[in-house]
């Protein structure tokens, strides 16, 4: 068990500009989640799949925001003209999805972007 | 809809004493609840859930939590402190329709003094 791999582990980048952070879930897990977590808040939910299919999006994941999962293993959040309320640390965590309570959600050690 | 408010933004104890971290939940249903922590450069670490068994529950390094139906309440608790407690906790429930998808709070950040 590697845990939960995001890649870069920070970014800078400037106003305007597009980023993708990509995501590697503990290889047998089907689900995977992405949150945002802002500067002195929770993590908050944007997204998530099950296998290769995007089950569920957040309001907060506007247009500029495109998240896929190609064949059911990693996973890309993409973020087009970024602008400076994108700021955040991206967290992903996967889960062996059980369908029952037990659920229980490995996360990764996150993407700090800052938009200059 | 589901949501958690932790009651302390900040707590500070002494190492050694019992550290008390305060969290409320509002769910129209019966809630899974958790409390995660996490350590600077770290990722999010599960401590302890519950999803409608004990009440009291145990969790990783001498926490653990009570579920307090009566009082909508998931207190975390540990009885003495360790330098290494220093860090941010969230309480957390979980939507009913996907058990991963989950309502975090504002976090409680602990700071502990020798």
């Known amino acids: 068990d590697t845990g939960v791999s995001q890649d870069p582990r920070h970014k800078i980048t400037k106003r305007g500009q597009n980023v993708t952070f990509r995501c590697d879930p503990i290889?047998?897990?089907?689900?995977l989640y992405w949150y945002r977590q802002t500067l002195g808040q929770g993590p908050e939910f944007l997204t998530y799949?099950?296998?290769?299919?995007?089950?569920?999006k957040s309001r907060l994941l506007s247009d500029r925001f495109s998240a896929e999962r190609p064949k059911g293993s990693f996973s890309t959040l993409e973020i087009q003209r970024t602008e400076q309320g994108d700021s955040a640390m991206y967290l992903c965590?996967?889960?062996?999805?059980?369908?029952?309570?037990?659920?229980?959600?490995?996360f990764g050690s996150g993407t700090q972007l800052s938009v200059l | 809809a589901q949501s958690v408010t932790q009651l302390d933004s900040h707590v500070s104890v002494s190492e050694g004493t019992p550290v008390l971290l305060r969290c409320n939940y509002s769910?129209?249903?019966?809630?899974?609840l958790f409390w995660y922590v996490q350590h600077p450069n770290k990722g999010l670490q599960l401590l302890l859930k519950y999803t409608s068994a004990a009440t009291l529950v145990k969790g990783i390094n001498g926490f653990e939590a009570e579920f307090k139906k009566s009082e909508t309440s998931f207190h975390l608790t540990k009885p003495s402190a360790h330098m290494s407690d220093a860090a941010e906790y969230f309480c957390?429930?979980?939507?009913?329709?996907?058990?991963?998808?989950?309502?975090f709070g504002a976090g409680t950040q602990v700071v502990v003094t020798p």
């Open positions: 799949f099950q296998n290769e299919a995007q089950l569920e």
């Open positions: 769910s129209s249903y019966s809630p899974s």
């Open positions: 957390v429930v979980s939507d009913e329709d996907s058990w991963g998808k989950l309502q």
């Open positions: 290889s047998e897990h089907n689900r």
């Open positions: 965590a996967s889960s062996l999805a059980l369908g029952s309570r037990n659920e229980k959600l490995f």
